[in-house]
């Protein structure tokens, strides 16, 4: 169970890293209409967001290789 937990974790952290760093990209590169979250707030909120993701994926590949 506790494997399946960490997998679910990384899978979420991966999808929410790979939405805000495509809505980053996209609102710089001035494509802001196919931008994932176009009326979020700004650039902190998805430099914020995929710092996060990007934590809780490295800590949950850790958690899950300390179980394996």
Same mark, same amino acid.
């Given at each position: 169970?506790?494997?399946?937990?960490?997998?679910? &974790?990384?899978?979420?952290?991966?999808? *929410?890293?790979?939405?805000? +760093?495509?809505?980053?990209?996209?609102?710089l /590169?001035?494509?802001?209409?196919?931008?994932?979250?176009?009326? &979020?707030?700004?650039m902190?909120?998805? *430099?914020?967001?995929?710092? +996060?993701?990007?934590?809780?994926?490295?800590? /949950?590949?850790?958690?899950?290789?300390?179980?394996?």
């Amino acid at each position: 169970m506790q494997k399946g937990l960490c997998i679910i &974790a990384l899978s979420v952290a991966v999808v *929410i890293f790979i939405l805000f +760093v495509a809505d980053l990209a996209l609102g710089l /590169s001035g494509q802001a209409a196919m931008a994932p979250f176009k009326y &979020a707030p700004g650039m902190i909120m998805d *430099i914020v967001f995929a710092v +996060v993701s990007g934590i809780l994926a490295v800590m /949950s590949w850790f958690t899950f290789r300390e179980q394996v």
